[in-house]
């Protein structure tokens, strides 16, 4: 079991969620993170740091999709630990539905 993080973290991007995380499970893309689940222990902590509710566990309806992003992109893309630079539009972008479309497969730069 893992979380999972969803399209709601593509261009918003807050990063609030990587300081909390004991594991350092997050993997930063061009315009989201996603949680390596190999390295997840499920201690839910970063679920509450998200200020768009991007942080699910991987038994909500229909979130095999973004279980198998997390999964492929956390082995491509680098580590982030720390809060980075966050994109200059990135309140314009939460609870536009169905992120999806926007989703870049770029690497970030990490940390
Ligand atoms: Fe890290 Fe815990 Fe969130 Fe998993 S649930 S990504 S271990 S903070
Ligand atoms: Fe994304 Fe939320 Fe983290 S927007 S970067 S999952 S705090």
Known sequence: MTY?????CIRCKHMDCVKVCPTDCFHEGENMLVIDPDDCIDCGLCVPECPVDAIVFDD???????LNLNARYAKIWP??????TLPEDS???KGVPDK??????????GD
Do not use: H, N, R
């Open 60 to 66: 909500e309806a229909g979130i095999e999709f973004w």
């Open 4 to 8: 999972v993080v969803k399209d709601d």
């Open 91 to 93: 309140e314009k972008w």
């Open 79 to 84: 580590l982030i630990t720390e809060i980075g």
């Open 100 to 109: 999806k479309q926007y989703f870049s497969d770029k690497p970030g730069d």
